[in-house]
């Protein structure tokens, strides 16, 4: 909301004054996250991001020095904010709630149109919410499983960013009823949330699957096939949405994960409008959109096959030494999923109270290393033996170990 309104109140000029510096940001901050206090930092952008929104309608001619200002700071604060949504017990339902709840009170904005002297206010009051919410710490951590989707991430957020923009105008033009558009985003942002826990990449071959109609719908432009094409565009927008901010919040380097993965997000329409503002509508995007769509999907699925398949045959040939704590964590929670409870479903401290119990560590012992309460750890462990369907620790093990081998001889303490 608050970076639309930045872009709506100032029109095309406002571009470069925001968006670039808030794509280079979110890739800066997330490489160098772990080098500063990120905690202290992120709350300061947070604060500073929340005072200058306020006054923005205020600043006059120095608009736009705030705007590069904005671009920075909202950058800090959108990763701060990922790190607090990893915190949930369901981080990717509450970011779909969170993707939701913002696109409704955007709609409810733009149709009362309120004076700017009052909607900026009020969005600086909103942007208060993050900053009593408790910063659980991250910690740095490998990114193959990520950066294999980088590159698609791009890609498609290039496309459908540029060709959105281009439709905009014929949908206005023939719209059934405006607004309608609305629904098909949010009904794919739950619906793809409630996938993402089956299996993770659902909401991406759906996603793509509706760019693919989308753009196929504009190959000839009347009344029906601009709906069409809106409403595809709009699906496929949620459910791409909701399993990038899913694949973002997974593990506990929510900074880099965050700061890259978004700004491969937002570099796509950064690279996409300058073309649109020179050719209002590039022949390209109707006749290769989804060609490249298309043939993106199948040679990231028979890369994303051919990674797995190497992984499992690692696995399978390692010796009995023990497992890197990374490649641990990943056996634990592929058990967990094949189990019907996937990562997801386990709040930060559940799952580092797993981790440590499926180790072989005391209760004592857990208490100890994450400065908790003994009643605490037990209170934990009897919310993850619901979840995985057991009463007991030493039930747990068994089942887990059942499963997929995964047993507190091991994992050994170091």
């Known amino acids: 909301m608050q970076g639309y309104f930045f872009l709506r109140l100032n029109g095309p000029q406002s571009f470069p004054w925001f968006l670039l510096p808030h794509t280079l940001g979110l890739f800066l901050f997330g490489l160098l996250g772990y080098r500063i206090n990120f905690s202290r930092v ?15 309608p205020f600043l006059g001619p120095l608009q736009n020095i705030f705007l590069l200002l904005l671009g920075l700071t909202s950058a800090l604060l959108a990763i701060r904010i990922g790190c607090l949504l990893r915190s949930c017990s369901h981080p990717v339902m509450a970011a779909a709630r969170g993707l939701a709840l913002g696109n409704i009170f955007l709609a409810l904005f733009l149709w009362i149109d309120p004076p700017q002297k009052i909607l900026f206010p009020f969005l600086g009051l909103l942007l208060l919410a993050q900053i009593p919410a408790p910063f659980h710490p991250q910690q740095k951590e490998p ?44 009904g794919a942002v739950l619906l793809a949330a409630l996938l993402f826990h089956q299996k993770r990449d659902y909401p991406l071959a759906i996603g793509v699957g509706m760019g693919v109609f989308a753009v196929a719908f504009l190959h000839d432009f009347n009344r029906l096939t601009s709906n069409l094409a809106m409403y595809a565009v709009q699906a496929a927008a949620g459910f791409m949405d909701i399993f990038c901010l899913g694949l973002f919040l997974q593990g506990r380097d929510v900074i880099r994960r965050f700061g890259l993965g978004a700004g491969c997000m937002l570099a796509g329409p950064t690279v996409g ?5 020179a050719q209002r509508w590039p022949l390209f995007m109707c006749t290769g959109g989804n060609l490249v769509l298309g043939i993106g999907l199948i040679l990231f699925y028979f890369v994303q096959s051919t990674l797995s398949r190497k992984s499992s045959e690692s696995i399978s040939s390692a010796p009995d030494s023990p497992s890197p704590p990374e490649e641990q964590e990943t056996h634990l929670a592929e058990v967990c999923r094949s189990l019907g409870a996937p990562r997801e479903i386990f709040s930060y401290r559940e799952w580092e109270i797993l981790k440590l119990a499926v180790s072989g560590k005391a209760i004592r012992e857990i208490a100890s290393l994450l400065h908790l309460s003994e ?33 507190p001889e091991d994992h050994p303490s170091p």
Request: glycine letters at 6%; proline letters at 3%; aromatic letters at 20%.
């Open 42 to 56: 992120s709350l300061t952008a947070g604060i500073i991001t929340t005072l200058v929104t306020a006054i923005y």
């Open 143 to 186: 990114l193959r499983d990520l950066l294999a989707y980088l590159p698609f991430i791009f890609i498609f957020y290039l496309l459908i960013g540029t060709f959105y923009v281009c439709l905009m105008p014929f949908y206005v033009r023939f719209s059934y009823f405006q607004g309608l558009e609305l629904f098909f985003y949010l």
């Open 273 to 277: 409008l300058p073309l649109l503002y």
């Open 375 to 407: 009643s605490s750890v037990k209170t934990y462990l009897q919310r993850i033996y619901r979840k995985l369907g057991v009463s007991s620790k030493a039930e747990l093990l068994r089942k887990l170990a059942r499963a997929g081998g995964v047993a």
